[in-house]
């Protein structure tokens, strides 16, 4: 099955900053990348998500660039704000592959 | 419809108990999951479902667990003979069909159930 880790486990920034968070995955025929954001008490929320064939999406202040040469993609958040603070996750899966498999996850803390 | 919905929301049982969860999928997605996710982790994928047929089990699916979704619609994940260690919060996610193009892969995640054994 696909082996996915995610960098780093925490990221505490201020209010205003950028926060970057990476995910790195084997299985080289994964063509979809979402990027989910989990708030406490609750169950998991897409926030963006790219396909293979495409290298970069945005979306107002989110957005997911892929690297498939090097088999990462990476979650940007520009000008956080206290709201974005939560736990997100990038999940590695292709068409094929059932058996989706989560990154540890990363606590981001943006401080006012 | 308006998404998918998991009951119940909190489970405390003495160990030992069986305890039963229940997912209610969106309803047009014919694929569903459930996930187990303890605190600081993140959701560890228990098993899978197209339709009625059970396809993929992970080996943390103890034969203390079972799962089934007898019409293709809500699914049921009954734990036997509860442990502490089974104590975390269970997800139950969908998606749509691998025809349907826009969107396919997209899993749409309940709120969840949390267990706690005492």
């Known amino acids: 099955g696909e082996n996915v880790e995610q960098h780093p486990s925490t990221l505490s920034v201020q209010e205003g900053d950028s926060a970057v968070i990476k995910c790195t995955y084997s299985?080289?025929?994964?063509?979809?990348f979402p990027w989910y954001k989990q708030e406490l008490g609750k169950g998991p929320q897409l926030i963006i998500d790219?396909?293979?064939?495409?290298g970069e999406k945005k979306d107002q202040r989110i957005a997911v660039t892929l690297n498939k040469t090097a088999k990462h993609f990476s979650l940007h958040i520009t000008e956080t704000q206290p709201e974005d603070s939560a736990v997100y996750f990038c999940l590695g899966n292709n068409n094929a592959g059932n058996m989706l498999t989560f990154g540890g996850g990363t606590r981001l803390m943006v401080e006012p | 419809d308006t998404g998918v919905s998991q009951d119940p929301r909190h489970k405390i049982t003495k160990r030992g108990q069986n305890v039963t969860f229940r997912c209610d999928p969106i309803s047009e997605h014919n694929r569903l999951y459930w996930y187990r996710q303890t605190l600081g982790q993140g959701p560890e994928f228990l098993t899978y479902f197209q339709n009625e047929a059970q396809l993929e089990k992970s080996r943390l699916l103890s034969d203390r667990f079972s799962a089934e979704r007898p019409k293709g619609s809500f699914s049921t994940l009954e734990i036997q003979r509860t442990e502490q260690g089974d104590s975390a919060m269970y997800l139950c996610a969908s998606r749509m069909p691998d025809r349907v193009l826009s969107g396919a892969n997209v899993l749409t995640f309940g709120a969840g159930s949390r267990l706690t054994v005492l």
């Open positions: 299985d080289s025929a994964s063509n979809y």
């Open positions: 790219i396909r293979s064939n495409v």
